[in-house]
Antibody, heavy 123, light 111 residues
């Protein structure tokens, strides 16, 4: 079964750091570009970051640029999001999502989503 | 304020046909394809339509998508109670807004 499972969420104080992980299974992880998408409580979806299959291309939303770092370990079938200098407005459920086609260069739909992990930034 | 504009709500009765609009600009919908996602209450989003009008395997043909200029639409025919969900449009944006932008979402209520 094709599956993405996020972990690492929790409660953190403003200015703190957190590292999210996304474990992939059931498909050849190294062939697919990946994304992080977040959803604040009661709000809509917001794309956060993209990483290509080989990590050669990375994009960030302006709202997280300079604070968040996306990475992946294809040997461990895992995607990561290092979040630093966290702010109240970063409070959200964070989803990892797969690009639909293998070796896509972005511009592709997200066909597999994880169940999400909740990040709460509060003092 | 989302880059793509959707109506916040829509409704219909079982069996009815409903449409949800998504309005953008030349840098996103006008020059790239549109994807639609369905989010049932308390669950993760699910890909419903990609490349304007393509359905992934397993998505009923009651769901259809279209695009014209800088706007797109999602149509649901033969509305069913299980279609009650939030629907989001998304497109790649070639401007500083991007690269990916979403609509604010439309909550569909089946009366």
């Amino acid at each position: 079964e094709v599956q993405l499972v996020e972990s690492g969420g929790g409660l953190v104080q403003p200015g703190g750091s957190l590292r999210l992980s996304c474990a992939a299974s059931g498909f050849t992880f190294s062939s697919y570009s990946m994304n992080w998408v977040r959803q604040a409580p009661g709000k809509g979806l917001e794309w956060v970051s993209y990483i290509s299959s080989s990590s050669s291309t990375i994009y960030y939303a302006d709202s997280v640029k300079g604070r968040f770092t996306i990475s992946r370990d294809n040997a461990k079938n895992s995607l990561y999001l290092q979040m630093n200098s966290l702010r109240d407005e970063d409070t959200a459920v964070y989803y990892c999502a797969r690009d639909r086609r293998r070796y896509s260069s972005g511009r592709d739909a997200f066909d597999i989503w994880g169940q999400g992990t909740m990040v709460t930034v509060s003092s | 304020q989302s880059v793509l504009t959707q109506p916040p709500s829509a409704s219909g009765t079982p069996g009815q046909r409903v449409t949800i609009s998504c309005s953008g600009s030349s840098s996103n919908i006008g020059s790239n394809t549109v994807n639609w996602y369905q989010q049932l209450p308390g669950t993760a989003p699910k890909l419903l339509i990609y490349s304007n009008n393509q359905r992934p395997s397993g998505v009923p043909d009651r769901f259809s998508g279209s695009k014209s200029g800088t706007s797109a639409s999602l149509a649901i025919s033969g509305l069913q109670s299980e279609d009650e969900a939030d629907y989001y449009c998304a497109a790649w944006d070639d401007s500083l807004n991007g690269p990916w932008v979403f609509g604010g979402g439309t909550k569909l209520t089946v009366l």
